[in-house]
């Protein structure tokens, strides 16, 4: 988030994801596993009220895709996608993981993680769609 932050304050708009792309990868420390992150992100300009809740977004999910979608050092893909079609924006995070348990309720998120995601969703008047599907 701190990157974020920086080059927001920087005023470098050319500045897109995929910079982001081989932090992310050490952050979550995918770099000593066999685990590929692919970005697929138009190069949008958006606000620092848009940017930061899309940030911290795409750190929880992949934070906990890291954590829980590849267990015993499995091998695996995590993906996101960012574009604008018709002045709306669709993130998509998606990993090829074990999957998510089903009985998961969205509107009342059972761990601190879900909640912050959940409560940024709103926060930038979106709609969440989860399919806890193994992959």
């Known amino acids: 988030m701190w990157m974020i ?9 050319t500045t897109t994801c995929m910079s982001f792309s081989p932090s992310l990868m050490h952050c979550y420390g995918l ?3 066999n685990i590929s992150l692919e970005i ?8 620092v009220d848009t940017v930061i809740p899309c940030g911290v977004i795409v750190n929880e999910l992949g934070s906990s895709s890291s954590k829980h979608a590849f267990p015993d050092d499995r091998d695996g893909k995590i993906e996101v996608s ?11 995070f998606m990993d090829d993981g074990v999957g998510m348990p089903g009985l998961l309720n969205l ?3 059972s ?16 709609t969440m769609v989860l399919d806890t599907g193994g992959g």
């Open 5 to 13: 932050h920086t080059q927001h304050q920087e005023s470098k708009p």
């Open 31 to 33: 770099t000593s596993r």
């Open 40 to 47: 697929d992100a138009e190069n949008v300009l958006l606000g």
């Open 82 to 92: 960012f574009h604008e079609d018709n002045g709306q924006y669709k993130m998509v």
């Open 107 to 109: 509107s009342c998120p």
């Open 111 to 126: 761990t601190l993680r879900l909640t912050i995601v959940n409560a940024l969703i709103g926060q930038l008047k979106g």
